[in-house]
């Protein structure tokens, strides 16, 4: 299910980077992407004759309605980072399906993601308002209200990023005790065909790394586009 230790270093100007499993699962991910787009867009008509170019407005068009419905018209513009955040994001906490650890189950990849949010975040903010009007922000409804606006702006990459980190890391404890147990359980019946590891564990895994996976993407979604826009009107 992946390692917590190091699988190769990387030497840059005499300094030793380490490069864990998350780092080359996203690498994979992103190759897919590359390779995925550009089949997936390829000779595009006016008016869509394939199943394919329709599959692909149909994502483009969602993703679309999807920032316009929670962000209203101002802020379409955000519609390619979420459309890029919900592929990218779904495709590492489905990773778990492929029988490895899902790139988000590492916290330093949740907060990585966290982390870009709160930079655009704060970024669409000072645009909005400008920076004497972000920084009057923090003194919204009350001068002494300060301390804790500042808090509240620092705890958001916290809050989604141990969010994300917390759902993913459960589902894959969860998967992990259930293979444990019926590895136990066909050595005690001393069953020389795995069965239960076979059958059993599919519902489970639908649940914990399919459902359970999505909505952790659409929930990290949300919250971003909630916060963005809080953010940028107070």
Same mark, same amino acid.
């Given at each position: 299910? &992946?390692?917590?230790?190091?699988?190769?270093?990387?030497?840059?100007?005499?300094?030793?980077?380490?490069? #864990?499993?998350?780092?080359?699962?996203?690498?994979?991910?992103?190759?897919?992407?590359?390779?995925?787009?550009?089949?997936?867009?390829? @000779?595009? +008509?006016?008016?869509?004759?394939?199943?394919?170019?329709? *599959?692909?407005?149909?994502?483009?068009? +969602?993703?679309?309605? $999807?920032?316009?419905?929670?962000?209203?018209?101002?802020?379409? &513009? *955000?519609?390619?980072?979420?459309?890029? !955040?919900?592929? #990218?994001?779904?495709?590492? @906490? $489905?990773?778990?399906?492929?029988?490895?650890?899902?790139?988000?189950?590492? #916290?330093?990849?949740? !907060?990585?993601?966290?982390?870009?949010?709160?930079?655009?975040?704060?970024? @669409?903010?000072?645009?909005?308002?400008?920076? $004497?009007?972000?920084?009057?922000?923090?003194? +919204?409804?009350?001068?002494?209200?300060?301390?804790?606006?500042?808090?509240?702006?620092?705890?958001?990459?916290?809050?989604?990023? $141990?969010?994300?980190?917390?759902?993913?890391?459960?589902?894959?404890?969860?998967?992990?005790?259930?293979?444990?147990?019926?590895?136990?359980?066909?050595?005690?019946?001393?069953? +020389?065909?795995?069965?239960?590891?076979?059958?059993?564990?599919?519902?489970?895994?639908?649940?914990?790394?399919?459902?359970?996976?999505?909505?952790?993407?659409?929930?990290?979604?949300?919250?971003?586009?909630?916060?963005?826009?809080?953010?940028?009107?107070?």
């Amino acid at each position: 299910m &992946g390692s917590s230790e190091a699988i190769f270093t990387i030497k840059i100007l005499g300094i030793d980077i380490p490069i #864990y499993f998350s780092v080359i699962a996203q690498w994979i991910i992103m190759a897919l992407i590359m390779i995925a787009v550009p089949i997936l867009t390829k @000779n595009l +008509k006016l008016v869509p004759t394939t199943g394919r170019q329709i *599959f692909v407005e149909t994502v483009v068009e +969602k993703i679309n309605s $999807l920032v316009k419905g929670n962000m209203e018209e101002e802020y379409k &513009g *955000f519609a390619p980072f979420f459309g890029t !955040l919900i592929i #990218y994001l779904l495709l590492m @906490n $489905l990773f778990g399906l492929t029988g490895f650890r899902p790139p988000t189950a590492d #916290y330093s990849v949740a !907060l990585g993601l966290a982390i870009i949010s709160f930079v655009i975040i704060q970024v @669409n903010a000072i645009v909005h308002s400008g920076i $004497l009007g972000y920084f009057k922000g923090y003194a +919204k409804p009350f001068w002494f209200m300060i301390p804790l606006n500042i808090i509240e702006r620092l705890v958001v990459p916290v809050s989604l990023s $141990l969010r994300l980190f917390g759902n993913i890391t459960a589902a894959v404890i969860m998967m992990e005790l259930l293979y444990e147990g019926l590895e136990f359980l066909s050595h005690v019946l001393h069953l +020389k065909i795995p069965v239960f590891a076979t059958f059993i564990p599919i519902p489970f895994h639908i649940y914990f790394d399919l459902f359970d996976g999505t909505i952790q993407m659409f929930i990290f979604v949300m919250l971003t586009m909630i916060f963005i826009k809080t953010t940028s009107e107070h």
